[in-house]
Nanobody, 134 residues
Framework: QVQLAESGGGSVQSGGSLMLSCKIS????????MGWFRQAPGLAADVFAP?????????????TYAHSVKGRITVSHDNAKNTLYLQMNNLKPEDSAMYYC??????????????????????WGQGAQVTVSS
């Protein structure tokens, strides 16, 4: 099992930037596919609540991004620090959401841009709130 802990959320103005971090602990030697999801404001955090995959990082380093954020975000991983990052630039008010780090035993690229229930992914962080004001 792995434990995921996000940090770096906050409030920015439209056009600003934020970097989210996800510290990975536990079974860090396991072969997990990583990704970032977001959940729109006002939705409950239960197992059925839909979350949208916005970035995926495969075991071979291949990255995939949702169309809505492509060109504005970058996912990366620091093996030495066991940390996943999400650099977000040119943020827009519609990017306001709770952002979640995720890990699974299968690629998350296959659900890119598709809202899926929380229960469809093995591991989640607690979330980091991002608020973008106009």
């Amino acid at each position: 099992q792995v434990q995921l802990a996000e940090s770096g959320g906050g409030s920015v103005q439209s056009g600003g930037s934020l970097m989210l971090s996800c510290k990975i602990s536990g079974d860090t030697d396991g072969n997990y596919y990583m990704g970032w999801f977001r959940q729109a404001p006002g939705l409950a955090a239960d197992v059925f609540a839909p979350r949208e995959a916005i970035a995926a990082l495969d075991l071979d380093g291949h990255t995939t991004y949702a169309h809505s954020v492509k060109g504005r975000i970058t996912v990366s991983h620091d093996n030495a620090k066991n940390t996943l990052y999400l650099q977000m630039n040119n943020l827009k008010p519609e990017d306001s959401a709770m952002y979640y780090c995720a890990a699974d035993t299968d690629t998350l690229a296959k659900v890119m841009g598709i809202p899926i229930p929380k229960g469809n992914v093995h591991y989640w962080g607690q979330g980091a709130q991002v608020t973008v004001s106009s």
